[in-house]
Structures are given as structure tokens and as C-alpha cells.
């Protein structure tokens, strides 16, 4: 028999249940990503061979980190192919992952934590700098060609610019007529090939080569309809919300719910940040690259400390640092490329910190990762 019930608990769910259904279906892994019903994410794999059509997306954010006016790139209502983003690692109690505020241009009280240590003194290669610093990541709309587990459909592929982005740099830098390989009519089909690399027991795909193949057939502008907008997949927390993650210690679910009514980024823009408590732990150090603040020149390197292994729910595989470009633009498979020797004539990865040459050489963080493996 149902009874008349009262209208507190007829409104007890409404608002609520479909709400909890969509963080739900947001993968662990792709929490900061707002895929639209049906969109499902490309995962590259060590050791394989893929290839994918990048299509491109029509530009909604202002703010987007490729914008360049001068020459028409990115701008509101055009056409670009990824949407860049900066995303910090191991923060707060439960050491999770956050996009970073500075992905839209906005303050971010973790850059400035860090700006902070720099500023009273602290090596930019102590880990405790280290570990704050944001890693860039990439959103691409991909068709994947040919898989049997991928439908020849759009998908987003989230992947860090050190294990793709970078070397596909390289290949337009060496060939710029591929430069058009997003374009529906005269793009090109990326034939990709994976290798298996490790840091610790971290297991992740690297991009070892790309190759640009003319495609069948183009396609149609009405593809478009189909491709959703990258800046608006991406969840940027504001700027309160990072700030009480690091500092008091809110889960991400607690970030979620209130990125649901977050402000327009343009009333975060004249916010104060109210004076900043001392961090309530420091996160454990990250295997990202590093670089020191322009214009200062870093102190000679102390012997480098060892890194606690990361935790199995914070292992990405864009935890491996961006080194500076010194190869050839075409890559080659691990073991053949001449950027893992030593310029300096020591044995790679072996006489770390040993040379006199090693405080200013540009290999200095793969040479460092290479020590540690």
C-alpha cells in the first residue's frame, strides 16, 4: 500500500539520482572529463601499432593555451585540432589528481604554493618544488582505422604531450606538408607505433614513431555535427575549490559537486585569494620534467634524492618528464636513438651527476630517469 508521503521526501531524489548516474559513468581514471553520453575514450597500448584520424573541433574557449591571434590559431569559432591542459599530481590527503586553473588562463594556488618556495629560496629541483609542478596533457577527437575493439567512430584520446604531442612535433618539423593532417578533405591517417616503457613498476605506451598516410577517402563537413567540442569536455575547478583540495584536504568527488555550480571564469578573475594556510601535507614527488624559473639560474644540483615508488591509483603514463627536442624529427625505436648517449662522453644514465658538464647539459632530466630505472 503506498502512503501519501510528505513533500520533503517526494523531493528527496529529484535532481539527485541522475546527477550520481553521471559520475558514475566517468571512469576513474577521466574525472576531470565531462564526456557527452555515448562518447567513448581511445586508450593506447604498449607494444602496438594503431592508426587514427585526428579530426578537427570547433574552438569555444577564449581562453584556449594555443590561442595566437596574429596568426588565426585557435580562435573562438575556428577550427583546431587538441585541446591542451595542465594537470597536478599527488595533491592533497588522498593524493589525486586536479586540472590545473592555469589550463584556462585562471590563478591557481598550487602554482603560486610553489612560486611561493621558489621565491623563499628552494631548489627548483627539490622535490618538494618538483612535486607541484602541473604536466601537460592533450584531448584529441580521434576514428580509429582498422581496430576490432574500436568502432570507426569519433572518440576522445587523453594522452600527455611528452608521450605523443612531442614527436608528432617533430614530424611536422621535418616535413611540414603534413601539416594538414587534421583536415577533413586532405588529412592524413597516423599510423602510430607504441613501445613498452617502465619507471618503476609503472608500465605505460610511448609514441616511437608516426607515420602519415593519405587517406582513402574525406570527409564530410557534415562529420562535424558529430565531433564534440574539446574545451567543453574538459572540468577546470575554480580556483576556491584546488585551493581547499591542497590546503584542507577535499576529496575530488567533493571537488565535483562543487564545480557543478561553479561561477563564469570571468568572476574568478577579480578574486582575491584570502591568505594562504601552510600546506596540509606534501604530496609525494612525481617523475615529471622540471625545469628552473626564467631568469634564474639554479644552484649547482645536489646528489639526486631517491623517489618513493607512486601509488597504484595515481600511475599515469604521463609521469615520465618532457624532454627538451634533440633528436631528429622521425623517431626511431628505443635503443637506436643517438639522444640516449651521453654528449659529455660518460655512459647514459650511469654517471649521473658525476660530470662537471652534467649541472648544464640539456639531457640532464632523461639522463636522471634513466639512473633511476
Known amino acids: 500500500m503506498v502512503t501519501k508521503r ?39 597500448e604498449p607494444k602496438s601499432r594503431v592508426s587514427l584520424d585526428i579530426l578537427p573541433y570547433q574552438v569555444t574557449d577564449p581562453h584556449h593555451l594555443d590561442r595566437d591571434e596574429e596568426y588565426e590559431t585557435a580562435l573562438e569559432g575556428g577550427l583546431w585540432y587538441r585541446h591542451p591542459y595542465w594537470i597536478h599530481r599527488n595533491i592533497g590527503a588522498n593524493n589525486e589528481s586536479v586540472v590545473c586553473p592555469g589550463s584556462v588562463k585562471q590563478k591557481c594556488p598550487i602554482c603560486e604554493h610553489r612560486a611561493q618556495l621558489l621565491k623563499d629560496g628552494t631548489e627548483w629541483n627539490d622535490d618538494s618544488v618538483k612535486a607541484l609542478k602541473a604536466s601537460l596533457r592533450n584531448l584529441y577527437v580521434v576514428i580509429p582505422r582498422g581496430m576490432k575493439n574500436y568502432e570507426e567512430t569519433p572518440h576522445i584520446w587523453d594522452i600527455s604531450q611528452f608521450l605523443f604531442q612531442d614527436k608528432l612535433n617533430e614530424e611536422i618539423q621535418e616535413n611540414e606538408e603534413y601539416e594538414t593532417f587534421p583536415d577533413l578533405e586532405e588529412g592524413y591517417t597516423l599510423r602510430i607505433r ?16 608516426i607515420d602519415f598516410i593519405e587517406r582513402d577517402k574525406p570527409y564530410a563537413e557534415s562529420l562535424l ?13 575554480t580556483y576556491k575549490t584546488v585551493e581547499a583540495l591542497f590546503f584542507g584536504g577535499l576529496s575530488q568527488d567533493e571537488i565535483d559537486d562543487e564545480d557543478d555550480d561553479r561561477p563564469d571564469r570571468e568572476e574568478e578573475e577579480d578574486e582575491k585569494p584570502e591568505p594562504r594556510r601552510k600546506a596540509r601535507n606534501k604530496p609525494p614527488v612525481d617523475d615529471e620534467e622540471d625545469e628552473p624559473e626564467e631568469d634564474e639560474k639554479p644552484e649547482p644540483r645536489r646528489k639526486a634524492k631517491p623517489k618513493p615508488e607512486p601509488d597504484d591509483d595515481e600511475k599515469e603514463e ?21 639522444a640516449d648517449k651521453c654528449p659529455h662522453g ?3 644514465g650511469k654517471d649521473f651527476e658525476e660530470l662537471d658538464e652534467c649541472e648544464a647539459c640539456e639531457m640532464w632530466e632523461a639522463c636522471a630517469d634513466a639512473s633511476e630505472g
Open 194 to 209: 607504441f613501445t613498452a616503457e617502465q619507471i618503476g613498476s609503472n608500465k605505460f605506451a610511448a609514441t616511437s614513431r
Open 318 to 338: 604521463d609521469e615520465k618528464p618532457e624532454p627538451k627536442p634533440t633528436r631528429r624529427t622521425r623517431t626511431k625505436d628505443k635503443g637506436e636513438d643517438a
Open 346 to 348: 660518460g655512459t647514459f
Open 6 to 44: 510528505s513533500s520533503k521526501r517526494r523531493g528527496a531524489f529529484k535532481g539527485k539520482v541522475s546527477r550520481n548516474a553521471v559520475k558514475q559513468s566517468r571512469n576513474a581514471q577521466y574525472k576531470h572529463l565531462n564526456l557527452p553520453k555515448g562518447m567513448r575514450i581511445f586508450k593506447e
Open 225 to 237: 555535427e558529430d565531433v564534440p567540442a574539446l574545451d567543453d569536455i574538459l572540468i577546470v575547478p
